[in-house]
């Protein structure tokens, strides 16, 4: 085992050190007690509240108002080549089956490759 060095101080210095130390926190303390501070409005926090609700709700209608219409022609453009061209539809399935399978495969394959 190493010996450590200690540097024994007197009682009298050890406690002026102490005491510095103290006296300088007090300072310190002092000093940020001295800074103002702000607190706002508890209105203005309801309002900031309520402005951000407003603004969640408009976006998520908006959202949804955006996946309805997108939908909607999807499956409208599903429905008539289902009806118009049968055989349009059937190629539609099937690549968009096997583009799914394929993009899932590769993912998985990249993700094991990765954790290896």
Known sequence: MK??????????E???????????LHEGLNKIDQFPVYTPNL???EQMVVE???HTRRKLIRDLSVFFIVAFIIISGMLVSLYQMPTI?????????IFIASYTSVRLIKKATRNE
């Open 14 to 24: 050890q406690n002026k050190q102490d005491f510095d130390a103290i006296h300088e």
């Open 89 to 97: 539809f059937v190629i539609v399935q099937i690549i968009t089956t």
């Open 3 to 12: 010996k450590q060095k200690v540097i024994i101080l007197n009682s009298e």
């Open 43 to 45: 209105q203005w926090f």
């Open 52 to 54: 951000e609700q407003q």
